[in-house]
């Protein structure tokens, strides 16, 4: 991804070349990116970190409910693997929340 302004350029494998689900790439941006952008009721991300969080997942599209329902078993491996992680420091939060929802 290259953020050059108020624009997003995203750099991703052809389109229609499927070789996983959507939720495989999106469990990263949920787990890890732009400081937990995904759960604005933990209230940790900014307002700039908001936009540019929507921005991706404009650029993927609506989920179906199979993919969300695999996106919510991702997220919470994915941060489980990287925790702790200074570059991910919202990584527990994530796990907390993702445990309660799916509980």
Known sequence: ML???ETLILFDKFADFL?????FDIDLLYAEAFGGAAFPQMG???NEQQRYFQALMDGYGPLSTEQQKWLDHFTPLRAFYRWPNRFAPHSGEIIRLMARKLG
């Open 3 to 5: 953020v050059k302004g």
């Open 19 to 23: 070789v996983a689900p959507a939720a």
């Open 44 to 46: 940790l991300s900014s």
